[in-house]
T-cell receptor, first 112, second 112 residues
Framework: AQTVTQSQPEMSVQEAETVTLSCTYDTSENNYYLFWYKQPPSRQMILVIRQEAYKQQNATENRFSVNFQKAAKSFSLKISDSQLGDTAMYFCAYDTGNQFYFGTGTSLTVIP | GAGVSQSPSNKVTEKGKDVELRCDPISGHTALYWYRQSLGQGLEFLIYFQGNSAPDKSGLPSDRFSAERTGGSVSTLTIQRTQQEDSAVYLC??????????FGPGTRLTVL
């Protein structure tokens, strides 16, 4: 079965510190995209970062970076210099072109 | 438009009534998705449209739920004979064939 697993339902981090959210997935496809989405309390789902599976270099977007381990099917998100506005639900997802799968989410709270 | 729009933003209805939720995807996006999200929960896939192909209806929870996509653009999700358990936020997203999904702000449905 094609699944996405986020093993941390809730996490917290002190403001300005670094936090890593984990995600593992299971697929038999070789070409796919991976994503992290953020959903703040306002409920608007926002794309944070994306990674093409054929690229070895880890994607980076400002304070957000990923650690993509294709063989291990792992796709963790690192948030550096955490800010209060980072408080949100974070969803990991992947797209094979035929199917799009989301994880169950990690609720992140940034503590002042 | 610049993004995915959904209407109405909030809908309150009485049990047993029918409701229609509308989604306007990003122009040029061939794929359109509907999800349901209960309070504090992850995304529940409902239905997926891709171009002119037959939609993937595998996520629809019952035959009270249906969706159409006219002209490859606007989509309407219809819930007939609403029940209290249908209360949730209904999210629409659109994407290119292989790529990130861009989400609308959602419609919060409350069934009294």
């Amino acid at each position: 079965a094609q699944t996405v697993t986020q093993s941390q339902p809730e996490m917290s981090v002190q403001e300005a510190e670094t936090v890593t959210l984990s995600c593992t997935y299971d697929t038999s496809e070789n070409n796919y995209y991976l994503f992290w989405y953020k959903q703040p309390p306002s409920r608007q789902m926002i794309l944070v970062i994306r990674q093409e599976a054929y690229k070895q270099q880890n994607a980076t977007e400002n304070r957000f970076s990923v650690n993509f381990q294709k063989a291990a099917k792992s796709f963790s998100l690192k948030i550096s210099d955490s800010q209060l506005g980072d408080t949100a639900m974070y969803f990991c997802a992947y797209d094979t072109g035929n199917q799009f799968y989301f994880g169950t989410g990690t609720s992140l709270t940034v503590i002042p | 438009g610049a993004g995915v729009s959904q209407s109405p933003s909030n809908k309150v209805t009485e049990k047993g009534k029918d409701v229609e939720l509308r989604c306007d995807p990003i122009s040029g996006h061939t794929a359109l998705y509907w999800y349901r999200q209960s309070l504090g929960q992850g995304l529940e896939f409902l239905i997926y449209f891709q171009g002119n192909s037959a939609p993937d209806k595998s996520g629809l929870p019952s035959d009270r739920f249906s969706a159409e996509r006219t002209g490859g653009s606007v989509s309407t999700l219809t819930i007939q004979r609403t029940q209290q358990e249908d209360s949730a936020v209904y999210l629409c997203a659109s994407s290119l064939v292989l790529g990130a999904q861009y989400f609308g702000p959602g419609t919060r449905l409350t069934v009294l």
